[in-house]
Every structure is written in structure tokens, then in C-alpha cells.
């Protein structure tokens, strides 16, 4: 079991930069491979950026290829996601969440994720 919990939302101009933090508890968080995802009302979730278990590999959608990094730290049982060059577009929820597959993507579908946070809140202005 692992509950996570993200931080580091809010408010930021076109162009901006926010980064954002996944913590997580549990003993086994090193043998999960992490994702973010992202959600607008009405639309289906997202899928951003995924890291494997060991943080060797990665993969982002083409949408924020280039401009989020995501990264691990297992020892302080962290995930976080950095994001620049920031878009109005970019404005939604983001998830982090948990898999129990190590490299969870090809494809990167929520069904693939076992554990998720409550999400925060990035809104980018124009």
C-alpha cells in the first residue's frame, strides 16, 4: 500500500516554472514505477511523464516533452516533476501516482496505476 500526496500547485505566469512534489509513504516505494498525470473538468485524465522504479527510465508525452523533467528520490521516497516554459494549456489537476509495474508506460494509461494522490491545482495565465 502507498498513499502519496502531492505538492507544490498554483499560480504562474505563461512561460513560468513550477515544481511540483509527490511524497510518498510506504516501505516498498522504491519498487513502484511513478507517473503524473494531469486533468481539465470535463476532459479524460492525462497522461505527462512516468519514471521507472530505479529512475533510469523515463518517458513523457509529446505535449510536455522538452519542457517537464521528471525525477525520483527514493530515499526520501520522492517524486517530483519540473515544469518550465510553462502554458496556458498546462493548466489542470495533476495526479502523481503508483505502479506496481516498473516501467509503467507503452502505453501510459491510469488503469496502469494502482495508487493515486488527491491532486493539485496548476493554473497557468496569458
Known amino acids: 500500500q502507498v498513499q502519496l500526496v502531492e505538492s507544490g500547485g498554483g499560480l504562474v505566469q505563461a512561460g513560468g516554472s513550477l515544481r511540483l512534489s509527490c511524497a510518498a509513504s510506504?516501505?516498498?516505494?522504491?519498487?513502484?514505477?511513478m507517473g503524473w498525470f494531469r486533468q481539465v473538468p470535463g476532459k479524460e485524465r492525462e497522461s505527462v511523464a512516468a519514471?521507472?522504479?530505479?529512475?533510469?527510465?523515463?518517458y513523457y508525452a509529446d505535449s510536455v516533452k522538452g519542457r517537464f523533467t521528471i525525477s525520483r528520490d527514493n530515499a526520501k521516497n520522492m517524486v517530483y516533476l519540473q515544469m518550465n516554459s510553462l502554458k496556458p494549456e498546462d493548466t489542470a489537476v495533476y495526479y502523481c501516482a503508483a505502479s506496481v509495474s516498473s516501467r509503467p508506460w507503452g502505453p501510459m494509461t491510469p488503469s496502469r496505476y494502482q495508487y493515486w494522490g488527491q491532486g493539485t491545482q496548476v493554473t497557468v495565465s496569458s
Open positions: 519514471i521507472s522504479w530505479s529512475g533510469s527510465g523515463t
Open positions: 510506504g516501505r516498498t516505494f522504491s519498487s513502484y514505477g
